[in-house]
């Protein structure tokens, strides 16, 4: 070209089309990325489709480099490119951003801005405007180098884009920004980042940008400032918001130094100007001779700009109005995340009615309780979704009442129906301690919904049951999910657990064969996911877990049986932003993983059916899953119950109303559980309890 030092076009070829001039001139000098880059497409995990993979590599030549590359079709180019952005950007977000056009005018702050949008993707155009040229005192914020001084800021700028994406649409406008051209430059852009020195195009530029419906954005650099200007929703906001009165570029034309840097005071708010650059204010032309810029704040105002195109290209709520990101205020705040923290504050109000000071510790001696005290205690032992404990313990001479307390409850307890399962083990404990102590009584239960109570009655010669020996078991039982071994279970041991289950009105549904299990599984983790990605099912999942060893209720964060992985990204997963992120993308698959490893680690899993729906029913089903429990505990089984989401649901309205997003899903996992174990149109799944023998 007749001028090398406004070369930036990178020209492509096809395959065979190369001259020979340019061969022979890149000879020293020519590369070819295409195996690699299939190497690196095949390693993806969504693989490149055939639109992708049938296009034909280019060869790109840079002529200020005198350098040849052989690169992949721009479809796959771009698909490997920009494949991290993933999540960050979905597909139909990067596809949106792709098809901006945006113009960068100013080229000193402006080519981190510049780089950066294409780095992310986030232009299918850029237009850049500059008509200064690099020198040395650039290079402390510019990213460039000694070969570039003298070179065009906007032609450094475009070259090094060139050399990332060679696809990428690129204009230069060497002479800059001026009254007669700024027309053309404007034409079909879509966002116009301005970055110059000179006020009076400031103002050019957004009047400009106003009369178009162009929203501008710009970064000053000192104190992290994003401005933005949505000119397109707001046709009427004046120029820099109004801070400088009605300002016009032909105001600015004859301003003296002194008034123009009053001006940009004045613009960027006195008050808000970092110490240092109001300091240099007031130095400009005597020990400075500009406004002082630091390479870290430009680099900033690269990502920054670049997050505020994200959010237009995303559709988000982008605003005109400023917003600050100072490094030295956020440096003032470091904190020391090792710090010991405030010990927690137990805020846990003890009802008197169902729980006693001394009965609460689990290795207590049940030698040093009186007979009341232990039929309370092994009554509290019993196990309860989310260990909520959901009952009321009233105790009187001759009778103790376990009533159902409906406060205590989420929106899986349908009807109450898991608390009356509750109520159900609490009550069967409390028959094992009764019977121990040779005063248990009769044992009935009353009242309907949740009203439902069942009571065991004292007398000085009670009688005493085969279930009094269970005692120890009840004070030891505890659930354990940790990942078994898979080992399948002796056949006498199901047999012996189904003998425990049958009744007029339960039966055991013994699931033991892998591909039965890993059935299971599946449903579970489907379930598991909805249960994470549904808001309030979410947060009440969440609610259920403590990090506070004196709170005698919800469950201890250490005894989840975390693997490391799963415990260092609890943070994450409690985190309702992200969930909405998953459910938004239709993803988090793996929020359902821990579960399903978890139940295909089984030696077997118990499915408890029952006949009837009433709360009392439940009741009575609460006193065979304990009894249940007891017996798989005692024949070296550890036990952990693995509720899917719409368990306590008997009909598929109520499954559907659980999740607004997924309730068509929850629906169709309810109808693949009944089908699965052929559980009958008068029966209802009740509880699944995980048996497992445990590693080491």
Same mark, same amino acid.
């Given at each position: 070209?007749?001028?090398?030092?406004?070369?930036?076009?990178?020209?492509?070829?096809?395959v065979?089309?190369?001259?020979?001039?340019?061969?022979?001139?890149?000879?020293?000098?020519?590369?070819?990325?295409?195996?690699?880059?299939?190497?690196?497409?095949?390693?993806?995990?969504?693989?490149?489709?055939?639109?992708?993979?049938?296009? +034909?590599?280019?060869?790109?030549?840079?002529?200020?480099?005198?350098?040849?590359?052989?690169?992949?079709?721009?479809?796959?180019?771009?698909?490997?490119?920009?494949?991290?952005?993933?999540?960050?950007?979905?597909?139909e977000?990067?596809?949106?951003?792709?098809?901006?056009?945006?113009?960068?005018i100013?080229?000193s702050?402006?080519?981190?801005?510049?780089?950066?949008?294409?780095?992310?993707?986030?232009?299918?155009?850029?237009?850049?405007?500059? /008509?200064?040229?690099?020198?040395?005192?650039?290079?402390?914020?510019?990213?460039?180098s000694?070969?570039?001084?003298?070179?065009?800021?906007?032609?450094?700028?475009?070259?090094?884009?060139?050399?990332?994406?060679?696809?990428?649409?690129?204009?230069?406008? +060497?002479?800059?920004?001026?009254?007669?051209?700024?027309g053309s430059?404007?034409?079909?852009?879509?966002?116009?980042i301005?970055?110059?020195?000179?006020?009076?195009?400031?103002?050019?530029?957004?009047?400009?940008?106003r009369?178009r419906?162009?929203?501008?954005?710009?970064?000053?650099?000192?104190?992290?400032?994003?401005?933005?200007?949505?000119?397109?929703?707001?046709?009427?906001?004046?120029? /820099?918001? #109004?801070?400088?009165?009605?300002?016009?570029?032909?105001?600015?034309?004859t301003?003296?130094?002194?008034?123009?840097?009053?001006?940009?005071v004045?613009?960027?708010?006195?008050?808000?100007?970092?110490?240092?650059?109001?300091?240099?204010?007031?130095?400009?032309?005597?020990?400075?001779?500009?406004?002082?810029?630091?390479?870290?704040?430009?680099?900033?105002?690269?990502?920054?700009?670049?997050?505020?195109?994200?959010?237009?290209?995303?559709?988000?709520?982008?605003?005109?109005?400023?917003?600050?990101?100072?490094?030295?205020?956020?440096?003032?705040?470091?904190?020391?995340?090792?710090?010991?923290?405030?010990?927690?504050?137990n805020?846990t109000?003890?009802?008197?009615?169902?729980?006693?000071?001394?009965?609460?510790?689990?290795?207590?001696?049940?030698?040093?309780?009186?007979?009341?005290?232990?039929?309370?205690?092994?009554?509290?032992?019993?196990?309860?979704?989310?260990?909520?404990? +959901?009952?009321?313990?009233?105790?009187?001479?001759?009778?103790?009442?376990?009533?159902?307390?409906?406060?205590r409850?989420?929106?899986?307890?349908?009807?109450?129906?898991?608390?009356?399962?509750?109520?159900?083990?609490?009550?069967?404990?409390?028959?094992?301690?009764?019977a121990s102590?040779?005063?248990?009584?009769?044992?009935?239960?009353?009242?309907?919904?949740?009203?439902?109570?069942?009571?065991?009655?004292?007398?000085?010669s009670?009688?005493?049951?085969?279930?009094s020996?269970?005692?120890?078991?009840?004070?030891?039982?505890?659930?354990?999910?940790?990942?078994?071994?898979?080992?399948?279970?002796?056949?006498?041991?199901?047999?012996?657990?189904?003998?425990?289950?049958?009744?007029?009105?339960?039966?055991?549904?013994?699931?033991? #064969?892998?591909?039965?299990?890993?059935? /299971?599984a599946?449903?579970?983790?489907?379930?598991?996911r909805?249960?994470?990605?549904? +808001?309030?099912?979410?947060?009440?999942?969440?609610?259920?877990?403590?990090?506070?060893?004196?709170?005698?209720?919800?469950?201890?964060?250490?005894?989840?049986?975390?693997?490391?992985?799963?415990?260092?990204?609890?943070?994450?997963?409690r985190?309702?932003?992200?969930?909405?992120?998953?459910?938004?993308?239709?993803?988090?698959?793996?929020?359902?993983?821990?579960?399903?490893?978890?139940?295909?680690?089984?030696?077997?899993?118990?499915?408890?059916?029952?006949?009837?729906?009433?709360?009392?029913?439940?009741?009575?089903?609460?006193?065979?899953?304990?009894?249940?429990?007891?017996?798989?505990?005692?024949?070296?089984?550890?036990?952990?119950?693995?509720?899917?989401?719409?368990?306590?649901?008997?009909?598929?309205?109520?499954?559907?109303?659980?999740?607004?997003?997924?309730?068509?899903?929850?629906?169709?996992?309810?109808?693949?559980?009944?089908?699965?174990?052929?559980?009958?149109?008068?029966?209802?799944?009740?509880?699944?309890?995980?048996?497992?023998?445990?590693?080491?």
């Amino acid at each position: 070209m007749s001028n090398p030092g406004f070369t930036w076009r990178a020209t492509l070829y096809d395959v065979d089309a190369v001259p020979d001039n340019v061969r022979c001139a890149c000879a020293e000098s020519t590369i070819d990325l295409t195996a690699a880059a299939a190497e690196q497409a095949a390693r993806l995990a969504e693989p490149p489709g055939p639109d992708e993979t049938s296009e +034909p590599p280019r060869w790109v030549h840079f002529p200020w480099r005198s350098a040849l590359v052989k690169i992949p079709g721009p479809r796959l180019y771009c698909r490997l490119r920009l494949d991290r952005n993933r999540n960050k950007l979905t597909p139909e977000e990067q596809d949106r951003a792709g098809q901006l056009s945006i113009g960068i005018i100013g080229l000193s702050v402006g080519h981190a801005i510049a780089h950066t949008l294409a780095l992310e993707g986030l232009a299918g155009e850029l237009r850049l405007a500059d /008509f200064d040229d690099l020198e040395v005192t650039n290079l402390n914020r510019v990213p460039a180098s000694l070969c570039d001084v003298g070179v065009n800021k906007a032609v450094v700028a475009a070259r090094r884009i060139a050399e990332l994406d060679p696809y990428l649409a690129v204009t230069v406008v +060497p002479e800059g920004i001026t009254p007669d051209n700024i027309g053309s430059f404007l034409d079909g852009l879509d966002i116009v980042i301005e970055e110059c020195d000179s006020f009076a195009i400031k103002v050019l530029v957004r009047d400009e940008c106003r009369a178009r419906g162009i929203p501008v954005i710009m970064e000053t650099s000192d104190g992290g400032t994003l401005d933005v200007s949505r000119f397109d929703l707001e046709p009427d906001r004046p120029a /820099f918001h #109004g801070l400088a009165g009605p300002l016009t570029a032909a105001d600015l034309e004859t301003l003296s130094a002194e008034e123009m840097t009053a001006h940009a005071v004045t613009i960027l708010e006195a008050e808000q100007v970092t110490p240092r650059m109001a300091a240099s204010a007031l130095e400009l032309g005597r020990t400075v001779s500009a406004w002082p810029q630091l390479g870290g704040d430009v680099a900033l105002g690269g990502a920054t700009v670049a997050a505020a195109v994200r959010w237009l290209a995303q559709g988000r709520d982008l605003p005109s109005g400023r917003v600050r990101l100072d490094r030295d205020s956020w440096l003032e705040t470091l904190s020391d995340p090792l710090a010991e923290a405030p010990p927690p504050t137990n805020e846990t109000t003890r009802d008197e009615t169902t729980t006693d000071e001394t009965t609460t510790d689990i290795d207590v001696d049940p030698d040093s309780l009186t007979d009341l005290q232990l039929i309370r205690f092994a009554a509290s032992r019993a196990p309860s979704a989310g260990n909520q404990q +959901p009952w009321r313990i009233t105790v009187g001479p001759d009778a103790v009442t376990i009533a159902l307390d409906p406060a205590r409850t989420s929106t899986l307890d349908i009807e109450h129906r898991a608390s009356a399962i509750a109520v159900g083990a609490a009550l069967y404990n409390a028959e094992v301690a009764a019977a121990s102590r040779g005063v248990l009584g009769s044992t009935t239960i009353t009242g309907t919904g949740v009203d439902v109570q069942g009571t065991v009655r004292l007398t000085p010669s009670g009688r005493a049951t085969a279930g009094s020996a269970d005692l120890p078991a009840v004070l030891a039982r505890h659930t354990r999910r940790e990942r078994g071994t898979g080992e399948a279970p002796a056949p006498d041991d199901m047999a012996r657990l189904i003998e425990v289950t049958a009744t007029d009105n339960t039966r055991l549904i013994a699931i033991t #064969g892998r591909t039965e299990i890993a059935d /299971f599984a599946s449903i579970l983790a489907r379930s598991d996911r909805i249960r994470f990605l549904t +808001p309030e099912l979410h947060r009440e999942m969440f609610a259920e877990l403590t990090d506070d060893p004196t709170d005698p209720r919800g469950i201890q964060v250490d005894d989840l049986g975390l693997p490391p992985s799963m415990r260092a990204m609890l943070d994450i997963l409690r985190r309702d932003d992200v969930m909405a992120l998953l459910d938004e993308w239709d993803s988090g698959d793996a929020l359902g993983a821990d579960a399903a490893a978890r139940a295909e680690s089984a030696s077997a899993l118990a499915l408890v059916v029952q006949r009837g729906t009433d709360t009392a029913t439940y009741v009575q089903t609460g006193r065979v899953v304990e009894q249940l429990w007891l017996a798989a505990e005692a024949l070296g089984y550890a036990v952990h119950p693995m509720t899917p989401t719409a368990l306590y649901a008997t009909d598929d309205g109520t499954a559907r109303g659980l999740s607004a997003r997924h309730g068509d899903e929850l629906v169709a996992l309810r109808q693949e559980l009944l089908k699965r174990w052929s559980i009958g149109a008068d029966e209802t799944p009740t509880c699944v309890l995980r048996l497992s023998r445990a590693a080491g």
